[in-house]
């Protein structure tokens, strides 16, 4: 799988593809995490991406043409690929396991980063494939949702984690249950004098009870 991110700020996705189980699943080739500079496409020597919207508001509105070229320059290297576009925006469908799941299906994800009061309409419309919001919140830009997304899709991928079972079991494999309640050592600590402990069945040694009180707690 191919990351590609369109952002006027690269350097926020150094430290994150060089950490952790995302660093290793680029050691295995599983995965490469490409960050383009917007500014790299802009039409002026000064490198603006940004102009003011029409109608009148607050903030600046990231311009349709470095964006467009940026996409076309990402997908003009790999013809072959099966490509999907997204754009990050409050106003997108609600990214889901589901859909981390549907997307993990693509040789590549280029995802565009908003910042500012957003990006020109017509790039939602035209070169995006699909929007997508990561929560009802607001963010300073797309980075940190195309670093959930990053996260999200990767852990799907064969070989990006070596205990598959992890995936078996997490939350929202079955839409009916949620996670449920994790201990480990000690079997007691004490806080202000409260003892508090492991539940019992969970050192019982019975799998069908734990399984049983799993499912209970999901």
Aim: net charge positive.
């Amino acid at each position: 799988m191919q990351f590609d991110i369109v952002t006027i700020f690269p350097r926020l996705f150094e430290s994150f593809k060089n950490e952790a189980l995302i660093a290793r699943a680029q050691k295995k080739k599983i995965i490469s995490i490409n960050a383009h500079n917007l500014r790299d496409f802009a039409e002026d020597k000064r490198g603006t991406v940004d102009d003011r919207p029409y109608g009148g508001g607050v903030g600046m509105v990231l311009l349709f043409k470095p964006i467009y070229q940026a996409v076309k320059k990402i997908r003009s290297k790999n013809l072959k690929k099966k490509i999907w576009v997204i754009a990050f925006g409050p106003k997108g469908k609600k990214f889901t396991q589901d859909v981390a799941k549907r997307w993990s299906k693509y040789d590549q994800l280029v995802m565009i980063c908003g910042r500012y009061e957003g990006i020109d309409e017509r790039v939602i419309k035209n070169v995006a494939d699909e929007e997508v919001s990561i929560g009802d919140y607001v963010l300073f830009g797309g980075e940190v949702p195309a670093m959930v997304v990053m996260e999200a899709v990767t852990r799907l991928l064969p070989g990006a984690i070596a205990k598959q079972k992890s995936l078996e079991d997490e939350s929202f494999k079955v839409p009916e249950f949620l996670e449920y309640p994790h201990f480990t050592r000690p079997e007691v600590i004490v806080v202000g004098g409260k003892k508090l402990r492991v539940p019992k069945v969970l050192l019982s040694g019975h799998q069908a009870k734990i399984e049983e009180w799993k499912r209970k707690k999901a």
